[in-house]
């Protein structure tokens, strides 16, 4: 099969919607800190990229994991998203963003904690599904 013909990413995290709304992010916080005056290039800029680099690199990274760890690094990228919510304000005080490009950052990063959150969500509920079946399975495995 070649790979016109295959729908699916050979890297699965490629296909979530949050993975793809990760990368964009990235690009809009690069696109908007590449305008930072160099005073705030080395720090506030380097960190604020890191930080939303650090969305999309814990959600790829968990996708290999088993269902549990995929929860931890969703996690993870949560935090990477609350700190992105420090840094946009920190980039407001600094008048290094205007009000619009606050507004916009913060209205992507609530999006993705909704979206971090459902599927943690799914994710738990299948875990816990497979828990019980596991648990009712026992009593025939000791027979």
């Excluded at 690199?57 to 994991?65: D, K, P, Q, V």
Aim: aromatic letters at 10%; proline letters at 1%; one cysteine or more.
């Amino acid at each position: 099969m070649n790979e016109q013909e295959n729908n699916v990413s050979f890297f699965r995290f490629e296909d979530l919607r949050i993975y793809a709304k990760a990368l964009d992010y990235i690009n809009w916080v690069h696109s908007v800190t590449s305008k930072f005056s160099e005073n705030y290039k080395n720090s506030v800029a380097h960190h604020f990229e890191r930080s939303a680099q650090g969305i999309a690199l814990n959600i790829a990274e968990g996708s290999a994991r088993n269902k549990a760890q995929f929860v931890y690094y969703l996690k993870m990228a949560k935090s990477s998203v609350r700190e992105c919510v420090v840094y946009t304000e920190i980039a407001s005080r600094l008048s290094a963003i205007d009000e619009d490009e606050k507004e916009y950052s913060r209205n992507q990063l609530m999006e993705l904690t909704k979206m971090i959150g459902s599927l943690v969500a799914s994710l738990q509920r299948t875990v816990s599904a497979s828990q019980e079946e596991m648990e009712e399975d026992m009593p025939n495995m000791m027979i």
